[in-house]
T-cell receptor
Framework: GENVEQHPSTLSVQEGDSAVIKCTYS??????FPWYKQELGKRPQLIID?????GEKKDQRIAVTLNKTAKHFSLHITETQPEDSAVYFC??????????????FGQGTILTVHP | DAGVTQSPTHLIKTRGQQVTLRCSPK?????VSWYQQALGQGPQFIFQ???????QRGNFPDRFSGHQFPNYSSELNVNALLLGDSALYLC?????????FGPGTRLTVL
């Protein structure tokens, strides 16, 4: 089955700096890669996703890049703010047709943004 | 438009007992997935229901079972509870796209 590795496990940055979180996956059939932000005691919330027919996607201060050949994808957050502090999870899924299958999650990255 | 809801929010059980968790999907969503999130870890896929049938299953024992009703709501049942079943149980719904997560049920097994 799919295996997703996520690094680093913790990341501490100063406000205004950039943060990068990297994930690798094992199953070449995976074609959908979402990123979730989970604040303490709350539900995971989707912040950005990318499908395998796209190499990069941006949404304001957040971007995701995908390298299918190397089987890795990364989350980039620019101009970090204290409100960005949370646990971030990457995930991979094999989506077929109009249905999206199970998500396999990475182990999570605790991001701390210091004012 | 209500999002994904789950009940109860918290639950305390003892070893060997049985528990039922409930999930109401986002309006219009027909697919429900269940995940177990142990403290400090990423969610682990338990199973997915579509059209009232289990469509996919993760590496969980048969003690974990589920059901989906005609209105797309779903239940997760866990029998013979073990201490290791203590976790946050998340339900996610989708209509063929993004999976929306509910707030979860925190299960503590003593």
């Amino acid at each position: 089955g799919e295996n997703v590795e996520q690094h680093p496990s913790t990341l501490s940055v100063q406000e205004g700096d950039s943060a990068v979180i990297k994930c690798t996956y094992s199953d070449s059939a995976s074609n959908y890669f979402p990123w979730y932000k989970q604040e303490l005691g709350k539900r995971p919330q989707l912040i950005i996703d990318i499908r395998s027919n796209v190499g990069e996607k941006k949404d304001q201060r957040i971007a995701v890049t995908l390298n299918k050949t190397a089987k890795h994808f990364s989350l980039h957050i620019t101009e970090t703010q204290p409100e960005d502090s949370a646990v971030y999870f990457c995930a991979a899924s094999s989506a077929g047709g109009t249905s999206y299958g199970k998500l396999t999650f990475g182990q999570g990255t605790i991001l701390t943004v210091h004012p | 438009d209500a999002g994904v809801t789950q009940s109860p929010t918290h639950l305390i059980k003892t070893r060997g007992q049985q528990v039922t968790l409930r999930c109401s999907p986002k309006s219009g969503h027909d697919t429900v997935s269940w995940y177990q999130q142990a403290l400090g870890q990423g969610p682990q896929f338990i199973f997915q229901y579509y059209e009232e049938e289990e469509r996919q299953r993760g590496n969980f024992p048969d003690r974990f079972s589920g059901h989906q009703f005609p209105n797309y709501s779903s239940e997760l049942n866990v029998n013979a509870l073990l201490l290791g079943d203590s976790a946050l149980y998340l339900c996610a719904s989708t209509l063929g796209g993004e999976q929306f997560f509910g707030p979860g049920t925190r299960l503590t097994v003593l």
